[in-house]
């Protein structure tokens, strides 16, 4: 087992370091580089310039540019070009924004999803079965973004509710309940949207892993030993079926950090998603390579962790 984390941890830094090379090349290759004078901004003069190229070191050569941007990063001081703020602090507090989001997305995600694959497998060919996988095509098919403007224009039309942002403006002067049955509001449908793509992908995976697993010899044979019906699809068939989403529940961990850019930007739900997308328009390098940085560490970790749940769950597996 520790020579397998010690192995584990040199590829895993081996390929944070290309990840590292490659992401700062693309960004210094991206049209519109932060050494040229904006022609629509007249205060931008070239003393100006100078003086910010120094400041950011873009007046030395690439690679001392890369090791001098990752060294900042790593000792905290690395700042964002738009604020002059911290970049890990900024990231850190949008990140308390966005926890909540990807919590509870994630949590409905996994919920409702085997319920509803299981029942569609069990019941195949069903009034049911046919129903969900009617609407997880659908919702698998319909654009994020037009999904929810839809529900913005019945909720704010139809029910007259403000939607927008992590709490109505002007709220102070109410009571502290009525405050967080507010916050709690503003959070539910930002939420159901983000899980909603999430279920209809998950619950057809789960379908498609029990209709595998129930042809399977030890599925009739336990079966043929008289088990009830609840103990063979729960304690045989779904045991096995849940192995392949052993790799798609660490690939979760990234959300964590990515966020919801569609969801985010639509609800102006101040999280690390729409602060990308706003870095991104500003160019504000420094966070658009941390934020990358931070999502390739939690993708190797993510990783990480499937290898050794995979060899917990199957003793088949060997190190």
């Known amino acids: 087992m ?34 040229q004078i904006d022609p629509m901004n007249p205060k931008f003069t070239p003393e100006l310039l100078k003086r910010f190229q120094e400041h950011f070191h873009l007046d030395k050569p690439l690679y001392v540019q890369y090791y001098l941007f990752y060294k900042d990063l790593i000792t905290g001081k690395s700042v964002s070009w738009q ?31 085997f319920p509803i694959g299981i029942k569609s497998a069990i019941s195949r060919g069903s009034v049911f079965d046919k129903t969900t996988t009617f609407f997880a095509y659908t ?10 403007y839809v529900i913005i224009i019945f909720v704010v039309n139809y029910l007259h509710v403000p939607v927008i942002g992590m709490k109505t403006f002007g709220i102070q002067s109410q009571s502290q309940l009525h405050l967080i049955m507010d916050r709690i509001w503003h959070l539910v449908i930002p939420s159901f949207l983000s899980a909603s793509g999430g279920v209809a992908i998950l619950s057809r995976y789960v379908r498609n892993q029990m209709l595998e697993v129930q042809d399977a010899d030890y599925i009739r044979t336990a079966r043929a030993k008289g088990l009830s019906e609840d103990e063979v699809i729960y304690k045989h068939a779904l045991k096995n079926a849940l192995l392949p989403f052993i790799t798609m529940f660490g690939l979760v961990i990234p959300g964590l950090i990515g966020g919801s850019v569609i969801i985010e930007s639509i609800f102006s739900w101040p999280g690390i998603g729409l602060m990308a997308y706003q870095a991104i328009l500003a160019r504000d390098y420094p966070v658009i390579l941390t934020l990358n940085f931070i999502s390739a560490i939690l993708v190797l970790v993510g990783t990480f962790l499937s290898d050794l749940l995979y060899m917990i769950v199957d003793p088949r597996i060997k190190i």
Do not use: C, M
């Open 139 to 148: 919702l698998i098919s319909i654009p994020g973004f037009f999904f929810a």
């Open 83 to 113: 604020d002059n703020t911290p970049v890990l602090k900024k990231i850190w507090e949008r990140f308390l924004n966005s926890f909540p989001l990807f919590l509870i997305g994630t949590i409905l995600t996994w919920t409702i999803s």
């Open 2 to 35: 520790l020579e397998f984390i010690l192995r584990n941890l040199v590829q895993k830094s081996i390929t944070l370091f290309f990840i590292s090379v490659i992401s700062f090349l693309i960004i210094y290759l991206a049209p519109g580089k932060p050494s």
